[in-house]
T-cell receptor, first 114, second 114 residues
Framework: DQQVKQNSPSLSVQEGRISILNCDYTNSMFDYFLWYKKYPAEGPTFLIS?????DKNEDGRFTVFLNKSAKHLSLHIVPSQPGDSAVYFCAASLTQGGSEKLVFGKGTKLTVNP | DAGITQSPRHKVTETGTPVTLRCHQT?????MYWYRQDPGHGLRLIHYSYGVKDTDKGEVSDGYSVSRSKTEDFLLTLESATSSQTSVYFC?????????????FGPGTRLTVL
């Protein structure tokens, strides 16, 4: 049973426009949500996070929105740049028994065209 | 890069042979994780550790074992490798960042089992 879903395997946008990557989750016990970016042949790199008690977090060109009632979050990249082309993973954090674990979505491949 | 190295970076082995992957960190992090990444599956947790000699299973632990005899090293062992274990393996550590336990990843090990 997939607890974190990224329903779009791929997304293509023009340079300078907005990229919106979406993520849905099913477990209301998740306490944080994180976005990671991954280039080929490299490890995932942390981008931005949001607490479950917030509805927005912004860091430069990246903004994450959280809609708890809909169990939905989205990552907005404005303006998109060719260097943003990568696979983006949504992850949800669950703390149980003193241990913290992440559950990842399957990823969305973003292509930003010059 | 959170001071995480993985070795080897690439390995080709044959079915039935034992394989050990090493994750090394230099910053005394308590939590360490092993993931595998496969097309269409995102990142899946294999095992994790919350201290020396303290480990627990993740969602895809069958066929894998781990050991942590020192804080800095977390070893992943495939006792008898199978072709289904061909994957890219990532190690991660967890660090508290602005109140959020954020995981940082190593560069990965590409394992091919023939």
């Amino acid at each position: 049973d997939q607890q974190v879903k990224q329903n779009s395997p791929s997304l293509s946008v023009q340079e300078g426009r907005i990229s919106i990557l979406n993520c849905d989750y099913t477990n209301s016990m998740f306490d944080y949500f994180l976005w990671y970016k991954k280039y080929p042949a490299e490890g995932p790199t942390f981008l931005i996070s949001i607490s479950s008690i917030k509805d927005k977090n912004e860091d430069g060109r990246f903004t994450v929105f959280l809609n708890k009632s809909a169990k939905h979050l989205s990552l907005h990249i404005v303006p998109s740049q060719p260097g943003d082309s990568a696979v983006y993973f949504c992850a949800a954090s669950l703390t149980q028994g003193g241990s913290e674990k992440l559950v990842f979505g399957k990823g969305t491949k973003l292509t930003v065209n010059p | 890069d959170a001071g995480i190295t993985q070795s080897p970076r690439h390995k080709v082995t044959e079915t039935g042979t034992p394989v050990t992957l090493r994750c090394h960190q230099t910053e005394n992090h308590r939590y360490m994780y092993w993931y595998r990444q496969d097309p269409g599956h995102g990142l899946r947790l294999i095992h994790y550790s919350y201290g020396v000699k303290d480990t627990d299973k993740g969602e895809v632990s069958d066929g894998y074992s781990v050991s942590r005899s020192k804080t800095e090293d977390f070893l992943l062992t495939l006792e008898s490798a199978t072709s289904s274990q061909t994957s890219v393996y990532f190690c991660a550590i967890s660090e508290l960042l602005a109140g959020v336990y954020t995981q940082y990843f190593g560069p990965g090990t590409r394992l091919t089992v023939l």
